[in-house]
C-alpha cells in the first residue's frame, strides 16, 4: 500500500475484527499480571495493547477501572481469559514434561509461551497466524529486546486455508511427539474449516500428542447476546463477539477425536475456579455457560 509506513502496516493485523481479540487477550493477560493473586504472569502483554492505536487506552491494570473487578469487561471477563491462560499453561508444562518437545500455537494471536515459559531447552514453539499478526508481534518485541527461551518458528499462514504443508516445510515432525493448542480459535472458524483443522490435527500427529481447545455448546450464541460479558465488551471497546463468532452448526470435534482412539476429557471453566479458587463463577444469563475446556491424548495403538 502506496504511503503505508512498516509500522503501520504491521498493526493491521490486530487493529480490528478478530484480530482486535488477540489485544483484549493481551490486556486481559496484562491485567492479570498486576494482580496480587496473580494465576498468570506476561509482562509483555501491556506492551501489545500500548502499540496498538486501537487499544492505546484500554486498562492493563484493574486499578486503571474505575469499577474495578465488578466492572464485567476487565474484572469477570478479563479474569476468565487469566484463568485460561494458567490452565493452558500447566497443560503444556505437563506435555513437555511427559516427552512432547514440538509445541504447534493454532492461531497464535500475540502468545508469548515461547518467551515465558520455562519450556525444556530442545523445544521448538511453532507460532501459526496470519501474517500481519505475527509481523506487529515481532515488532513489539523487537522493540522489548526480547529473546525467545526456546526455538520459535513463526508460520505466516491463515488457518482457513491449507497450512500443513509450510508447518512441515518449516521443520515441523509428524513423526514426533507434539503439543497443540487452539486457544480461543474454533468458535471464529466456519464448522467445515473447524473439522478440517481437527483431521489435520490427527494426521500430524503420532501416539504420545495431546491437544488442547476452546469449543462453544450453545445452539444459539444469539440468547447471550444481552449478556454483561457481551454488552460490556460491546459498549466498552467496540468488540461484538457474537458478530465476530461463526453462526453455523458447530462439527463435535471432541467426540470426532474420541472416535479416532484419541482419549478426551472435557470441562467448564468453572471447574477450574474452584481448583484454583479465582476466576467467573457461574451467573445468571451468563456468555461463559457454554464454554468448554477439552484435553486430547493420542495413545499408543
Request: charged share 25%.
Amino acid at each position: 500500500m502506496a504511503g503505508t509506513t512498516p509500522q503501520q502496516s504491521d498493526v493491521e493485523g490486530v487493529d480490528a475484527g478478530v484480530g482486535l481479540t488477540a489485544l483484549l487477550v493481551a490486556a486481559a493477560r496484562a491485567i492479570e499480571t498486576h494482580r496480587h493473586d496473580s494465576l498468570a504472569q506476561d509482562t509483555y502483554a501491556e506492551h501489545f495493547v500500548r502499540a496498538a492505536p486501537a487499544c492505546a487506552d484500554w486498562p492493563v491494570r484493574v486499578e486503571q477501572v474505575p469499577d474495578g473487578d465488578d466492572n464485567p469487561l476487565w474484572g469477570r471477563f478479563a479474569r476468565y481469559f487469566g484463568l485460561r491462560t494458567r490452565v493452558l499453561d500447566d497443560f503444556l508444562l505437563r506435555s513437555v514434561a511427559a516427552g512432547a518437545r514440538q509445541v504447534v500455537l493454532l492461531g497464535a494471536g500475540l502468545d508469548t509461551r515461547a518467551f515465558r515459559l520455562d519450556l525444556p531447552s530442545d523445544c521448538v514453539v511453532f507460532e501459526i497466524d496470519r501474517a500481519g499478526v505475527l509481523a506487529f508481534k515481532q515488532r513489539v518485541l523487537t522493540d522489548r529486546s526480547a529473546a525467545p527461551k526456546v526455538k520459535r518458528v513463526p508460520v505466516p499462514v491463515d488457518l482457513r486455508g491449507d497450512w500443513s504443508g509450510t508447518l512441515t516445510t518449516l521443520g515441523f515432525d509428524a513423526g514426533a511427539p507434539s503439543a497443540w493448542l487452539a486457544e480461543g480459535l474454533l468458535f471464529y472458524l466456519p464448522g467445515p474449516t473447524e473439522t478440517y483443522l481437527i483431521d489435520t490435527v490427527d494426521r500430524l500427529t503420532t501416539a504420545g500428542s495431546v491437544l488442547a481447545f476452546e469449543a462453544k455448546l450453545e445452539e444459539d450464541l444469539q440468547a447471550y447476546r444481552d449478556s454483561t460479558t457481551y454488552t460490556a465488551t460491546r459498549e466498552q471497546i467496540g468488540i461484538d463477539l457474537l458478530h465476530l463468532f461463526d453462526s453455523g452448526p458447530r462439527p463435535d470435534s471432541a467426540g470426532d477425536l474420541s472416535a479416532r482412539g484419541w482419549s478426551t476429557s472435557m470441562h467448564t471453566p468453572f471447574d477450574f475456579t474452584r481448583l484454583h479458587r479465582r476466576g467467573p463463577l457461574p451467573e445468571p444469563n451468563d456468555a461463559l455457560e457454554g464454554n468448554r475446556w477439552v484435553f486430547a491424548h493420542k495413545p499408543t495403538p
